[in-house]
């Protein structure tokens, strides 16, 4: 069965970092970050492609990093400088379809964890 399991979320002072973590039961050909705040659509973070492209939202680029751990499966996504409008419920997401460039689209993503809150303080 597909398992995506989120963890490292947390509460952090703006300017601070954070380490989220999602372990995979399976290999996927694409998979992503994503988060959603109260009252707001659920939108991408960042994501990741077979083919080792990485795409970024514009409001975390410079500031985050996704990565792939190959042996374990498990997606990474390394907050840096956060702000509090990364406040966010933030989700693991994955798909099995073929991707040359990642995507940020929740649309494009079958298999879902069940989430890890960020809160970011000021």
């Known amino acids: 069965q597909v398992q995506l399991v989120e963890s490292g979320g947390g509460s952090v002072q703006a300017g601070g970092s954070l380490r989220l973590s999602c372990a995979a039961s399976?290999?996927?050909?694409?998979m992503g970050w994503f988060r959603q705040a109260p009252g707001k659509e659920r939108e991408g973070v960042a994501a990741?492609?077979?083919?080792?492209?990485?795409s970024y939202a514009d409001s975390v680029q410079g500031r985050f990093t996704i990565s792939r751990d190959t042996a374990t499966n498990t997606l990474s996504l390394q907050m840096s400088n956060l702000k509090p409008e990364d406040t966010a419920m933030y989700y693991c997401?994955?798909?099995?379809?073929?991707?040359?460039?990642?995507?940020?689209?929740?649309?494009?993503?079958?298999?879902w964890g069940q989430g890890t809150q960020v809160t970011v303080s000021s």
């Open positions: 997401a994955a798909s099995h379809r073929g991707a040359v460039y990642p995507t940020t689209r929740p649309s494009d993503f079958e298999h």
């Open positions: 399976e290999y996927f050909g694409m």
């Open positions: 990741w492609s077979m083919y080792d492209f990485t």
